[in-house]
């Protein structure tokens, strides 16, 4: 028969009802480093101080070449002056946590906090590094293409390469940095990108399915047209836009200065004053713009999904 008294519940045993803290802690996931593996990095150069870093161009003056129409006549000379291109480093970012003496000797010793923490607040100023060199595309003015209003499509893409190539920059020295929207809505939406049999010949300048093989460890998700692309979270967008970039390596240069030479230090001390342990991560750099002509600014609208 049915039992109609009062049973207990969840609540009434909660002084008798245990927790358990599992061993696995949810990370927290990061952009790769594709911009600070790719452009000229001038790290090298700041390990004895100094705040700014000069690179001479020879790339905005040109020769002009003279035609020696009568024997003997006198040269014409030229001295075309080159420009002098810096990189300042003038930024210091820096993360900061304190762990109270109670809190530590608490803290269930199944976790390492240092190891934890050191993942995420490294990933952090990672990310804010990536995003300071590829904001640099919003400076970009001798190439521009694509419309800040409509999806990326494959004429603009072979614009952006006929830049480059027009100006005999090395295609195999280039690569795209795209916004994740940008490449998996719109460029992977373009036919002849996915389907094999609009390419025409044996061997198509554009590699069917997904851009051919991809290291997605580096963030780079394979080849557009024979030269690497990679995407980033990192990628400016504003006002609809993502401004994705084609590159050569020298068109933004960057150093880092922080002591101990690694991108990134941490440092700890027992803080008397706080009854706690002091816990700071920090890093030291400067981004800079190195040849504008090197770059194309690939603008796309960041809401509209191609069909």
Known sequence: MAITSDPWDA????????????????PEYFSKAVASNFFTDLSEYADEGSDIFHVPSVFTNAFSVQTQSTGGTEVTTEAPA????????????????????????????????????????????????????????????????GDTSTVLSDAEVRQAIEKLATADFPLEECAWFVAPFTYWVQLLAVQKYYDASQTGWATSPTVTGNFGPAARATGRMGTLYGIPLFTSSQITSALQTDRNVLAHKTTWGFAHQTPGGKQVRV???????????LTVWDTIYGVAELNDAAGVLVNSNNSFIGS
């Not at 045993?13 to 696995?24: F, R």
């Not at 440092?267 to 342990?277: C, D, M, P, T």
């Open 267 to 277: 440092q700890a001390q027992n803080w008397l004053g706080n009854l706690g342990i």
């Open 11 to 26: 609540t009434e045993l909660a002084a008798y009802i245990s927790e358990t803290w599992t061993d696995m802690v949810i």
């Open 82 to 145: 080159a420009e002098d291109k810096t990189v300042t480093v003038d930024t210091h970012k820096y993360i900061a946590t304190l762990l109270p003496y109670l809190q530590q000797v608490q803290v269930a010793s199944k976790y390492n906090l240092s190891e934890i923490y050191n993942q995420k607040a490294g990933g952090t100023l990672m990310e804010d590094f990536e995003s300071a060199i590829l904001s640099l595309a919003t400076s970009l003015s001798t190439n521009t293409i």
